[in-house]
């Protein structure tokens, strides 16, 4: 690999200045040189692609095709530089420039192609795959706006347009000439030729183009590059001339902004039938251009698709992209003239699902009109697809309709997506082991039985090179002394090597000072950023995640109630100092999650401003939570909130990057919970809560959230607040009444939030009184890092290889 200098890069960055610009070092703005230093480093890395394409057409190796909705890559200037071994050299050369590498690097938008974990994880996913010497290929739509911006406003959420691309579009790729059409709407009629066989023709369709935008992915520590390819759609027609000449300015318009409107923003509102209309149209969008684009080179290269599971296979990140299954099937049935018989043997072969969540209302479900109206053909290809897995669904249960009414793809009216996954795809996988073992004994208990052989598990994992060696760069170095060198950067089961100093107590005081100058770090940035003050005193305890009743931010806020309560009504009451700190954003038409967020802010206004929490509480939610805020928050993170009702979350993600970084996990056994308490054991996890098989039980038995509100006066008093509000006299009676009585057809405390609050509460003070001894903390937070590189992507991603996509890595 050709190594850079300083004087190289000078060079580089003020030839692309002059040439992209016009401008000279000295003329050019801040986002000037950061959009030149992102171009050097594409050229970069997309010399490093052509190599890698080439190879993979010289061995016909078999490739990974990765389609998800969200790629949440957050920012890409240092954590390409990293990879490519010039993080310092591009700093020492941009210094020399005269501009400073840290406002650069904040230069930068936030690529916010993702709302969550799911995103955050094909992130993960493409840069482990990439440093593996994997051929992988990631798929999403190059959205224009991104996830929200999220702004609070009288403490309420507002969503704002968040255009990332003015600067991070620097990092693509534009191929016009491999651009894909798409069709929407029409009528299907049957043709017949002259020599007696049957074909399809698709009249009155409305055509979208595809114009895939390329990012090129470097891995760490090898030559091999990947791409993230993202679909961006345009109309073929960008003006009707007809209705422009005529003076209709608008209706000429017309076809231009439906066909853009499919890339401009990541999960619209779906509360509506045209909110819905359009996911389904993003969703096919990103399946056909994908799967047009593939099979178009695969014949290229073949001249056949008869060989096509054997050199592709399709991951299906959640359901969003299942519609690749029918789609792929068109293509072979009325494209390539294969039989129905051969189609499917190709499709099954070819196709693998992962399930991210056992919650009923995120298995999509899609009306079936809806679906027969944007897309005649794939409606078509459902219905005999359906019909065929449902007779053998019958003959498999012999006749026991309420099984079969279970799996069926078609039922009620709707299309079930993740149903379909089941009945298609090769391998369907959780990703924990708890998560895992529901999908085979509740959610897909039936087809389990029937096809025991597809069930697989693989624990999710997160890039540790940069949630913990990019952004944690002192702990980076303290590892590296403690494990004799980088050794952890391309074998993650090397930071054990860490655990032999949990005796050292110079090691503990060090990794102690670290926490602090992180915490110090952080709290300058909020200051500056946001103009909050930060108690540096006291435990900084963070739940960061996506807002989610089931997620439970609302019992973090019933134990700060309580603790607020406590101050007032106890002067001697002692409590370990706590900096709360939230950072959350809410489906835009998610009402409950709305509301937390405003009693978030309502109880922080009331807390922040009372004297008697003066050096003892706080609490702060933190605007517009993103992957660059994540990056200097998790390091300075010491407790983790991981309080998910057990059997609800799939794994997560967070849990692991705080874990990375030394912080000490408050949670549930729930999700990689469990299998992280695997590997530190009661005593460095503070575990509380219900288990799976106690939550179903209490359902079974009859759950009574308003029994435990009634025996016991803290909690009462908690819940009461809720009614009477805070400082800013706004009521939630609605989310009091909610957990006692139920609303909108849902059970009282579905989430179990007030079974748990004892449980909780115990929990809290605990780890508060564990704080008061450094020496025991910092060990047990040691412990945390030293057991945690077995939730490195680089170890998921090796197991998908090994049992899912059977193909070889390094």
């Known amino acids: 690999m050709k190594k850079y200098t300083k004087k190289e890069l000078m060079e580089l960055i003020t030839g692309k200045l002059r040439r992209n610009f016009g401008r000279d070092v000295e003329d050019a703005t801040s986002q000037q040189m950061f959009q030149a230093c992102a171009m050097v480093l594409r050229d970069i890395i997309s010399a490093r692609q052509l190599e890698t394409a080439d190879k993979i057409q010289e061995t016909h190796a078999r490739q990974v095709h990765y389609l998800s909705m969200e790629f949440l890559m957050g920012r890409s200037l240092r954590k390409n530089a990293y990879n490519l071994g010039l993080e310092k050299t591009l700093t020492d050369a941009v210094e020399a420039l005269g501009f400073s590498a840290a406002d650069l690097f904040e230069e930068e938008p936030d690529a916010g192609l993702g709302n969550g974990g799911l995103g955050r994880l094909a992130a993960c996913y493409l840069d482990a795959a990439t440093t593996l010497d994997i051929p992988f290929t990631g798929y999403s739509i190059c959205y224009e706006l991104g996830i929200f911006k999220q702004k609070i406003i009288d403490g309420k959420q507002e969503e704002l347009p968040d255009n990332w691309l003015d600067k991070g579009g620097s990092w693509l790729i534009t191929h016009m000439d491999e651009a894909e059409e798409v069709r929407f709407g029409g009528a299907i009629e049957d043709v017949w030729y002259p020599d007696g066989s049957h074909g399809i023709e698709h009249k009155g369709y409305t055509s979208v183009l595809a114009v895939p935008r390329d990012m090129e992915i470097a891995g760490y520590g090898t030559k091999h590059a990947n791409v993230l390819r993202l679909w961006e759609a345009q109309s073929p027609e960008p003006v009707d001339l007809t209705f422009f000449n005529q003076g209709e300015y608008l209706k000429a318009l017309e076809k231009k902004a439906n066909a853009e409107i499919i890339s401009k923003q990541l999960y619209p509102a779906d509360n509506h039938r045209e909110g819905k209309s359009l996911r389904l149209k993003q969703q096919y969008f990103l399946s056909s251009a994908t799967i047009q684009s593939v099979c178009r080179k695969h014949k290229a290269e073949y001249g056949t698709l008869r060989n096509f599971h054997e050199k592709h296979v399709f991951q299906i990140n959640d359901t969003h992209p299942t519609l690749i299954i029918p789609e792929l099937m068109r293509i072979l049935l009325d494209q390539e003239g294969y039989s129905w018989d051969d189609a499917w043997f190709i499709v099954s072969r070819s196709v693998c699902y992962t399930n991210h969540t056992v919650l009923s209302e995120a298995l999509e479900r899609w009306p079936q009109d809806l679906v027969a109206e944007l897309l005649p053909r794939v409606w078509q290809i459902i219905l005999e697809i359906s019909s065929r897995y449902q007779n053998q669904l019958t003959a498999f249960f012999h006749g026991d309709m309420g099984k079969v009414e279970k799996m069926a793809i078609l039922w009620g009216g709707e299309v079930r997506m993740a149903n379909l996954c089941v009945c298609a795809c090769s391998a369907v996988n959780g990703v924990s082991a708890l998560h895992s073992d529901i999908l085979k004994a509740d959610v897909f208990h039936d087809a389990y039985q029937m096809f025991p052989q597809k069930f697989q598990n693989v624990t999710n994992g997160v890039d540790h090179r940069r949630w913990l060696s990019e952004v944690n760069p002192q702990l980076d170095a303290l590892i590296k002394e403690c494990c004799g060198g980088d050794k952890y950067l391309l074998q993650p089961s090397a930071l054990s090597g860490l655990e032999k100093h949990a005796g050292d107590a110079a090691v503990l005081e060090r990794l102690g000072a670290i926490k602090r100058e992180n915490k110090l770090r952080f709290a300058a940035w909020a200051q500056r950023e946001s103009g909050i003050s930060l108690n540096t005193d006291a435990i900084f305890d963070v739940q960061v995640k996506r807002l989610h009743e ?251 290889a090994e049992n899912i996509w059977k193909i070889p890595h390094k």
Request: aromatic content about 12%.
């Open 550 to 800: 089931y997620k439970r931010q609302l019992l973090n806020v019933l134990h700060i109630i309580y603790l607020w309560q406590r101050l007032h009504e106890d002067p001697h009451f002692e409590m370990t100092p706590r900096t709360y700190l939230f950072g959350a954003k809410a489906a835009p038409s998610y009402v409950v999650a709305k509301d937390i967020i405003h009693l978030i802010n309502s109880l922080a206004n009331t807390i922040n401003n009372d004297p008697v929490c003066k050096d003892k509480l706080q609490v702060f939610f933190l605007e517009n939570y993103r992957v660059s805020m994540a990056e200097m928050l998790m390091p300075a993170s010491e407790i983790s909130e991981q309080i998910s009702t057990a059997g609800k979350e799939a794994s997560g993600t967070g849990n692991m990057k705080f874990m990375m970084n030394g912080a000490l996990t408050i949670g549930t056994l729930d999700g990689a919970n469990v299998e992280m308490h695997q590997v530190l054991g009661d005593e460095n996890i503070f575990l509380f809560g219900l288990k799976t098989e106690e939550v179903e039980e209490m359902k079974r038995r009859g759950y009574s959230s308003y029994d435990y509100y009634a025996q016991n006066p803290a909690l009462k008093g908690v819940i009461d607040q809720l009614s009477a509000g805070f400082a800013d006299h706004v009521s939630y009676s609605d989310l009091a009444k909610q957990l006692l009585f139920g609303q909108g057809g849902s059970p009282a405390d579905q989430y179990f939030l007030l079974a748990d609050f004892e449980s909780y509460r115990a929990a809290q003070a605990l780890a508060g009184q564990t704080y008061l001894d450094p020496k025991v903390w910092n060990r047990m937070s040691l412990l945390n890092i030293a057991r945690s590189g077995i939730f490195a992507a680089d170890r998921s991603v090796a197991e998908y």
